[in-house]
């Protein structure tokens, strides 16, 4: 910073030595100080809580977007089996089972989505926890994806072959489902088991 030109000393004058603008300017700095300082308080708070959520949010989050999956898929199945009993041809059957698993698929990934949504939970290893539940999700997104196009490419006659084709397809479902199957019970962090045994969101 420089002084004066000639003897480069800073000239130094009292507030009471100041003309009217200069006052004014002088007290505007100043209370724009603090304010300043505030704003740069709140963006650090700000950035703070942008990071991954503790377990218990994160857990609250996952079974928020899990519980309307879990209830679509009970009411999906349990419409299902109401229409199939009542299903007089090969035909009706094989719309329902289309429509049972292409919502079971619509449904599972809009639940992944939810998961994906509710980030990475702050444990150790917590980037891994968050992609196994999401890639469990996947898997049984596409485990319905690949039974209703198994249901949609059989033919409906003879009536026989077509319920021995639907049955071999259906246990096939029922082996990708169960082999990606979520457990909350074996997680690898004891604060997320503990986070899913105690948010409401989660019983």
């Given at each position: 910073m420089k002084g004066h030109p000639v003897d480069g000393r800073v000239p130094l004058r009292r507030?009471?030595?100041l003309p009217p603008l200069g006052r004014t300017l002088l007290s505007m700095r100043s209370a724009r100080t603090p304010s300043l300082l505030m704003l740069l308080v709140l963006a650090v708070t700000l950035s703070g809580c942008s990071g991954s959520p503790d377990p218990r949010a994160w857990?609250?989050?996952?079974?928020t977007a899990l519980g309307p999956w879990r209830t679509e898929i009970g009411t999906l199945t349990t419409r299902a089996q109401q229409q199939m009993a009542a299903a007089t041809t090969p035909a009706q059957a094989k719309e329902n089972l289309m429509r049972?698993?292409?919502g079971a698929q619509e449904a599972s990934e809009k639940a992944r989505a939810g998961v994906e949504k509710a980030g990475v939970p702050d444990v150790d290893h917590g980037k891994?926890?968050?992609?196994s539940f999401e890639a469990s999700l996947s898997a049984m997104r596409d485990a319905y994806g690949r039974a209703k196009t198994g249901i949609e490419?059989?033919?409906t006659s003879p009536a026989k072959s077509f319920y021995t084709q639907v049955a071999a397809v259906v246990d096939t479902l029922q082996k990708e489902y169960s082999a990606s199957e979520l457990d909350t019970s074996k997680l690898d962090s004891k604060e997320l088991s503990q986070a899913f045994d105690e948010v409401p969101e989660c019983r």
């Amino acid at each position: 910073m420089k002084g004066h030109p000639v003897d480069g000393r800073v000239p130094l004058r009292r507030n009471r030595d100041l003309p009217p603008l200069g006052r004014t300017l002088l007290s505007m700095r100043s209370a724009r100080t603090p304010s300043l300082l505030m704003l740069l308080v709140l963006a650090v708070t700000l950035s703070g809580c942008s990071g991954s959520p503790d377990p218990r949010a994160w857990a609250a989050s996952v079974c928020t977007a899990l519980g309307p999956w879990r209830t679509e898929i009970g009411t999906l199945t349990t419409r299902a089996q109401q229409q199939m009993a009542a299903a007089t041809t090969p035909a009706q059957a094989k719309e329902n089972l289309m429509r049972l698993f292409g919502g079971a698929q619509e449904a599972s990934e809009k639940a992944r989505a939810g998961v994906e949504k509710a980030g990475v939970p702050d444990v150790d290893h917590g980037k891994q926890v968050a992609e196994s539940f999401e890639a469990s999700l996947s898997a049984m997104r596409d485990a319905y994806g690949r039974a209703k196009t198994g249901i949609e490419a059989l033919a409906t006659s003879p009536a026989k072959s077509f319920y021995t084709q639907v049955a071999a397809v259906v246990d096939t479902l029922q082996k990708e489902y169960s082999a990606s199957e979520l457990d909350t019970s074996k997680l690898d962090s004891k604060e997320l088991s503990q986070a899913f045994d105690e948010v409401p969101e989660c019983r």
